[in-house]
């Protein structure tokens, strides 16, 4: 008698343990992680992604913090691509950026940076993976629900436009991006989240994408991989703009290029000067390019005194044109031989790239301590083109 007390004790137990425990669907988490983002006051973010576009490579690297009431963000983004890489900083708070590239902070719109691509834990985001909620997968492990999805179609390319925004970065406008997505075509698609048991709130994004760009007869395609990580929920603590970040920065139209109807400046640095005036100031012989296609003629001569870097543009209209720069190979704090991609070749007995994207040319190599580059596109310009000319700079 004492052993059946024990034992519908023992039963009792395990029927109020299992009473008391819940199972969810795939759709039920991703509903409670729209719950969860509701009341996120912070949180921190890395990201790295890789995107492979007409076989030019760009890597990104990110990590900041993010908060809310007030909106406020501060980044650090590290990117490289053929031939350069450069890291930007960031701090955001609520309409205003202050932005740091190539050594100068400037004062830009939040619309015209884009910041929101970077903030992944927001009820938009989550509410476009809800919609998919019957193709994602779900299984348990350690303390997170990890959730799968994969397929094709252009229904997707909704998943995949934060990436691909954050990817393109500043360096694209918001109509541009735009138009991309509209030409996208989704030919594989697969994404991976974690989120945690205890507080539906999302830990990692893992997504590889397999893309078609199709848009007025032209098709490029483009892929990209990435991970995601989010932490320190509701432990960031304010994010305030350094005092010296607000005194040193310019306004945007000031920093980049300004025509004062006497030169061209760059950071007040640059200046338009004819290539004779150039080559009085620089210690270097400035070449002359040989053997231009019909119709091109010398538009611009431009100096970096910073840099001691000339830069000369030839054009024959608006779409055909191309820049032919030198510089010293020791002021170009960006160069990274390991980023350049392309065919090698070599031009006056030394090692150079070539990388032709079709629409896109440029030709790259070093040479007596300096660092020399011909870029641009055109009908008549052609890998051959380049080649011939940079043989024969005299």
């Known amino acids: 008698m004492r052993s059946l007390a024990i034992l519908l004790t023992v039963l009792s137990f395990f029927a109020l343990t299992a009473c008391g425990t819940e199972t969810f669907s795939q759709t039920d988490v991703l509903g409670k992680s729209i719950e969860a983002v509701e009341d996120l006051e ?27 009431n007030p909106d406020a963000m ?26 740091s590239m190539f050594g100068q902070w400037m004062k830009v719109e939040a619309s015209e940076m884009g910041l929101e691509d970077f903030d992944q834990l927001n009820e938009e985001a989550m509410r476009k993976l809800l919609d998919f909620s019957e193709e994602f997968t779900m299984v348990e492990e350690n303390n997170v629900y990890v959730l799968t999805l994969s397929g094709e179609g252009d229904e997707y390319s909704v998943l995949i436009e934060d990436y691909l925004k954050s990817g393109m970065g500043e360096f694209n406008d918001d109509a541009t991006k735009e138009e991309m997505m509209n030409a996208i ?42 991970t995601v990580k ?45 290539i004779e005036e150039i080559q009085e100031i620089v210690e270097y012989h400035i070449p002359e390019v040989q053997g ?13 005194e910073a840099m001691e870097m000339v830069m000369i543009s030839y054009e024959k209209d608006l779409d055909n044109s191309f820049l032919f720069s030198v510089m010293p190979i020791e002021n170009d704090p960006f ?15 030394n090692e150079a790239t070539l990388l032709d994207m079709g629409f896109f040319i440029s030709l790259s190599w070093e040479q007596d301590g300096l660092l020399f580059e011909l870029a641009g596109s055109g009908a008549d310009l052609s890998s051959e083109v380049f080649l011939e000319m940079a043989e024969n700079l005299e």
């Open 74 to 99: 501060y980044l650090v983004m590290n990117m490289g691509m053929p031939g350069m890489s450069m890291e930007i900083e960031a701090y955001a708070l609520e309409e205003t950026v202050y932005m």
């Open 230 to 274: 989010m932490s320190n929920v509701n432990g960031v603590a304010p994010i305030e703009i350094p005092v010296e970040v607000k005194e040193n920065a310019v306004e945007e139209d000031a920093a980049f290029l300004d025509f004062d109807g006497e030169g061209l400046e760059l950071f007040g640095e640059y200046q338009e000067l004819s």
């Open 42 to 68: 912070s949180y921190s973010v890395e990201m790295d992604m890789a995107i492979s576009m007409m076989e030019m490579e760009t890597n990104m690297t990110l990590s900041g913090d993010v908060t809310h």
């Open 335 to 349: 160069f990274d031989q390991a980023f350049i991609e392309g065919e090698e070749v070599t031009v006056k007995g």
């Open 185 to 226: 075509q989704v030919n594989d698609f697969s994404m991976e989240i974690h989120i945690d048991k205890n507080t539906f709130m999302q830990t990692t994004q893992i997504f590889n994408a397999d893309l078609l760009i199709e848009e007025d007869g032209f098709t490029m395609p483009l892929s990209m991989s990435g």
């Open 292 to 304: 231009l296609p019909e119709g091109y003629e010398l538009t611009d001569s431009l100096y970096d």
